[in-house]
């Protein structure tokens, strides 16, 4: 009886928008979607945004996935558990990981130094100035001393 279903807020999503949204999760690990039940699809996923959330809300509820809220935006993060029933309920192998648990490609780094994020480049040598821009040493704004 979908009456009754409708009644008691549970909510009908079709099997293709669910293994949609669960294989994107699984695929990248985390999960962001804006506090928006009116907006009519996700921003990476063709499936509404209201699927998106209640589908989130109930791996939630399992402990699938731990959740985040900022900013009026939901960041839902994988658990292990959660890894683990999505592998069951998309027939993956073992071997097929979320984007979180891989190793990053390792990149070398001189002597020394410190490894910089991906994209920022090294402004001055090591070493060189007092940071922020600042020559006097850290003393001041040019008192001497």
Excluded: C
Excluded at 38 to 53: Q, Y
Excluded at 105 to 128: F, I, Q
């Amino acid at each position: 009886d979908t009456g009754a279903a409708q009644r008691l807020g549970t909510m009908f999503i079709p099997k293709k928008n669910r293994i949609e949204v669960y294989s994107y999760l699984f695929k990248e690990g985390v999960l962001v979607a804006k506090k928006d039940r009116f907006k009519a699809k996700h921003d990476e996923m063709d499936v509404p945004n209201l699927e998106v959330l209640n589908l989130m809300k109930s791996l939630k509820s399992r402990e699938y996935v731990r959740e985040t809220f900022n900013w009026q935006y939901y960041y839902w993060y994988l658990t292990n558990e959660g890894i683990e029933y999505l592998r069951e309920y998309l027939h993956l192998p073992a071997e097929i990981v979320p984007a979180t648990l891989k190793k990053a490609s390792a990149r070398p780094v001189a002597a020394g130094a410190r490894p910089l994020p991906p994209g920022v480049e090294r402004l001055r040598p090591e070493g060189e100035g007092g940071g922020f821009g600042r020559d006097d040493g850290g003393r001041g704004f040019g008192r001497g001393g």
